[in-house]
């Protein structure tokens, strides 16, 4: 994802707010609807609330929460190589 240090620490607190976000993997999303719900989840939580949730639901449910996991970086991976407009 990114090129140094300042840029992996941006993209990881995406993937975490994407993770604790309503979007869905079995949704068709766009890269909108994957920015929208990233903002969302910051202003609903902030970064560390983000990063506490994320924390929680591996305690609490790691199976699913690996799995989640893994989309929610695909996802913001893919949205930074993609137009706005473009599916995810």
């Known amino acids: 994802m990114g090129h140094n240090h300042y840029t992996e620490m941006i ?3 995406r993937v975490e707010a994407l993770f604790v976000s309503d979007l869905q993997p ?6 909108e609807s994957v ?10 939580h902030g970064s560390r609330g983000c990063a506490g949730l994320v924390a929680q639901e591996f305690g609490e449910h790691p199976d699913t929460a690996t799995r989640r996991m893994l989309w929610a970086r695909t996802a913001v991976e893919l949205m930074a ?8």
């Open 35 to 44: 920015r929208a719900a990233i903002a969302a989840s910051i202003r609903a």
């Open 81 to 88: 190589t993609r137009p706005l407009g473009a599916a995810a």
């Open 11 to 13: 993209d990881d607190a």
């Open 26 to 31: 079995s949704e068709r999303f766009t890269v």
